[in-house]
Nanobody, 121 residues
Framework: QVQLVESGGGLVQAGGSLRLSCTAS????????MGWFRQAPGKEREFVAAISWNGGSTYYSDSVKGRFTISRDNAKNSVYLQMNSLKPEDTAIYYC??????????????WGQGTQVTVSS
């Protein structure tokens, strides 16, 4: 069992930056692929980024590629999402998730409660 808690959301102006953190409790954090998803009002949850168990591979949605960076620190049971050049369309609740499988075909088993990111124009 893995419990995930996100933090770092907030209100930022367009063009600004935020860094989200997700801390996991439970065993074997380093065994999981970790990912970030987001859900905007009235829209379905969408994939943002994923990182392999050792941080050696990353994968991004086209909408954030080049602006967001996912990283992890297995010693701290944490995964991060550095978000730069934020746009109003990045406004959403951001969720952390843990799962197994290959980085492009993950079975997402665990979810956090989410953190709100609001980007003003």
């Amino acid at each position: 069992q893995v419990q995930l808690v996100e933090s770092g959301g907030g209100l930022v102006q367009a063009g600004g930056s935020l860094r989200l953190s997700c801390t996991a409790s439970g065993r074997a954090f380093s065994m999981y692929v970790m990912g970030w998803f987001r859900q905007a009002p009235g829209k379905e949850r969408e994939f943002v980024a994923a990182i392999s168990w050792n941080g050696g591979s990353t994968y991004y949605s086209d909408s954030v590629k080049g602006r967001f960076t996912i990283s992890r620190d297995n010693a701290k049971n944490s995964v991060y999402l550095q978000m730069n050049s934020l746009k109003p369309e990045d406004t959403a609740i951001y969720y952390c998730s843990a799962g197994g499988g290959s980085i492009t075909d993950v079975a997402w088993d665990y979810w956090g409660q989410g953190t709100q990111v609001t980007v003003s124009s």
